[in-house]
DNA sequence: AGCACGCCGACT
DNA sequence: GTCGGCGTGCTC
């Protein structure tokens, strides 16, 4: 009996161990194949886990070859594609294979995995009593234990929907490749129990094309920001395509929810699956349409290493497979416009949305609220809600001395003091510490006074400037989804506003100058983007109050597309030589290490490089960083010199616990946040 | 990361 | 004469 081999990849973060190790198969193991997790032996007496990318009769590794130690679970979690796209992806970010995975693949459930395996065999039981044909593009085994491929219980098929003209209709069997701009609005769509529930008109389009792809039997990925869009898509989903056919992957699901619906994405047929970020990594092995909404969203960018965004991911993924790309928002990102102006996206708008967008100067008292807006707030009052859009949570933001005006600082981090009740005890905003006797440091001043305004305190004095008309509060501490369509006034911080029924009478834009007056590369970008996101919540006709701005994003706002302001603003960076005009990497370790990998970059073509200052770091010993930037065509050689940086560097410090000599990031946005 | 192999100072 | 310092290299 010849022996089997496997190529596996190990779970590390170490940059050396980041390509496959070729094993033995033992044997009397079972159930090892392509995608299983396994834990294998590792130089000395570690074992690691990992996954089995490939199996071979032959051996390719000439040195000693160990056993694979066991099979952790027979369900191939990891699809050929998903490891394709892993490894592309970690490439492109000079990162790690395995660190991707830890994303894309949610921690092990053995109730749940046990569950799927008795389904799977009953299918497999049932499809040898009458066997239908085998699918195509399946995993490379060939004699092991009974394979878990069956679609246990797929739902059937969906048969075209002719009545609902679709919109773009045939995007996704023409793999179209779209930057997409959503009109806003609100619309209601009925609820699988009964009844109905209003949601984002974006929502209700992106679900008609999820339509098209599980119609042919593919699966469409949608990849929003957080819960709170994946809720509203999940509705306007099951609308669509129905329960049965849509699948989360949301990190916020308990851990045995998100992994049995991991797995129902591994059954295969047609299916709409939603989730975070790091859903762009479903198993979906017939994918027919991966969409990304609201692509300008930071939340979309993975905060660990190799920090991908979800953006970039789907590009790599689409480049894989082929599939129709749809990348949407309200408002178009201008990493969006940059690939339609190099013609990779075609551009596209839907909906229509009529409101008015009133920019209007402060109030001349200094207080937030402007004439006009009162005015379109009252109005409105008489028959819908009103949503007032604020830039920060609780009482006042602030605190200052009241005897010197010296700003209130928190006496052990020295974050700013602030106050999230009326007459409440000032905290600091950073650390949430209590201030209790707090002293002016300066002058001994006991006496604070507040500084702006927060969600609270804006509420208190709408609710007595426009008495007998109930007040709400939507921040982070206050959450609030959904509202009815009764007159109210809702004080919401960005990205915490509900969605009302009907839509809202009128939208109040405030704190604009404040949220423009941060300095950073995508304020503008940013302020549009919450802007447009609020301003889609408002109803049919209704007023929208954009006040104390002046400048471009005026125009952004008050136009019905985004699309010329995002033109303009990539047209600066393209003139300035920022992202994402060009690709970065930030350079960050010790000075030699950094100089040796500034080096090796040089010579590369429009490869410009910032620095190397000095970079604080741990105390003793010396940072050095550099940013560095490239051509997006450069992407492969910038990455694959980085990698190689990294990885001599990693062969070589000795302090235990010590931080990696060399770290390189690329698109690091970080460095121009303060540009 | 951990752990093994490999060449130069103070010990029984 | 040897025990052991941690500098370099490797992990199937």
Known sequence: MTARYARVVVDSRLPQLDRLFEYR???????????????????????????????????????????????????????????ALARAVADRAAGGAADVLRVAIPGRQARVEKAWLARAAEGAAAEAAEPAATEGAELTETDASPEPDAPPESPAPLEPDDASAPLLPGLVEARRKVALECAGGVAEVPVAGGGTAWVGRWAVALAGLARQAVERGEQAILVVPDHREQRQLRLALEAAVGEERVVELDARQRNPERYAGFLRCVDGGGLAIIGPRSAVYAPAADLGLLVVWEDGDPLLAEPLSPWVHARDAALVRQGQTGC?????GHARSTDAERLVEVGFLEHERVGAHRVRVLPTA???????????????????????PVLVQVARPGHAPGLRCGDCGTRARCAACGGPLGQRTRGGQPGCRLCGRLAAAWRCPSCHGI????????????????????????????????????LDARPRIVVATRG??????????????????????????????????QWATARALAAEGATVVLAGVIGPTVGALTGDTTVPFAKAELAERRSLRFPPAVRTASVVGHPDAVAEALEALAGIEHLDVLGPVPAEGAPGDRLERAIVRFAYADGAHVAGVARGRVLAA?????????????????????PFDGL
Do not use: C, M, N, Q
Not at 510 to 520: P, V
Not at 652 to 669: H, N, V
């Open 496 to 529: 915490a506003e509900p969605v009302a029924d009907g839509g809202y009478g009128a939208v109040l834009l405030l704190d604009g100058d404040s949220l423009l007056a941060r300095e950073g590369l995508r304020v503008a970008e940013e302020a549009v983007r």
């Open 447 to 482: 006496r604070l006074v507040e500084v702006g305004r927060g969600s609270t305190r804006i509420a208190e004095e709408l609710g007595r400037a426009i008495p007998g008309v109930p007040v709400v509060v939507a921040d982070g501490e206050h959450e609030r989804l959904t």
């Open 650 to 670: 990693a062969a070589r410090p000795r302090k235990p616990g010590a931080p990696p000599r060399l770290r390189i990031r690329l698109d690091d946005p970080e």
């Open 25 to 83: 198969i033992p044997p009397a193991l079972e159930g090892v194949a392509p995608g299983v997790r396994v834990r294998v032996p590792l130089r000395g007496d570690r074992t690691a886990a990992g996954y089995v990318v490939e199996v071979a009769d032959a051996r390719a590794w000439e040195g000693e070859v160990a056993d694979i130690e066991a099979v952790v679970s027979p369900v191939p979690v990891l699809r050929p594609e998903v490891w």
């Open 362 to 384: 402060l109030a001349d008292d200094g207080r937030r609220v402007p004439a006009a807006a009162f005015h379109a707030a009252r109005e409105a009052l008489a028959s819908r």
């Open 324 to 328: 129709a790309l749809v990348i949407a």
